[in-house]
């Protein structure tokens, strides 16, 4: 298995910034595919990022397109998400998950999950 932990979340004003970070444990990092997603209250889980195993392709949603950015450090066994120019929108409880499949923005593609972390964004 595969223990996920994020890190990282908080309150924010509108236009600022967070990184948040998923530790892992288990099995070997490298070896999954690693994604964030995101649930705000009242609506289903939807994918934000993604990076493959190398870290040398990332995917993201089209909301947070060109303000995220997804990173990862096999050596460190840790996910990244740099979010910038947030929004009020982006307000909602941050997941990290782990999947064997490349290139995945479905929940049902990802094995194991984090916790959660939660972002408050202030307007």
């Known amino acids: 298995q595969v223990q996920l932990v994020e890190s990282g979340g908080g309150l924010v004003q509108a236009g600022g910034s967070l990184r948040l970070s998923c530790a892992a444990s288990g099995r070997t990092f490298s070896r999954y595919a690693m994604g964030w997603f995101r649930q705000a209250p009242g609506k289903e889980r939807e994918f934000v990022a993604g990076i493959s195993r190398s870290g040398a392709s990332t995917w993201y949603a089209d909301s947070v397109k060109d303000r995220f950015t997804v990173s990862r450090d096999n050596a460190k066994n840790t996910q990244y998400l740099q979010m910038d120019s947030l929004k009020p929108e982006d307000t909602a409880v941050y997941y990290c998950?782990?999947?064997?499949?490349?290139?995945?923005?479905?929940?049902?593609?990802?094995?194991?999950w984090g916790q959660g972390t939660q972002v408050t964004v202030s307007s």
């Open positions: 998950a782990a999947s064997l499949v490349y290139r995945q923005t479905s929940t049902t593609a990802y094995d194991y």
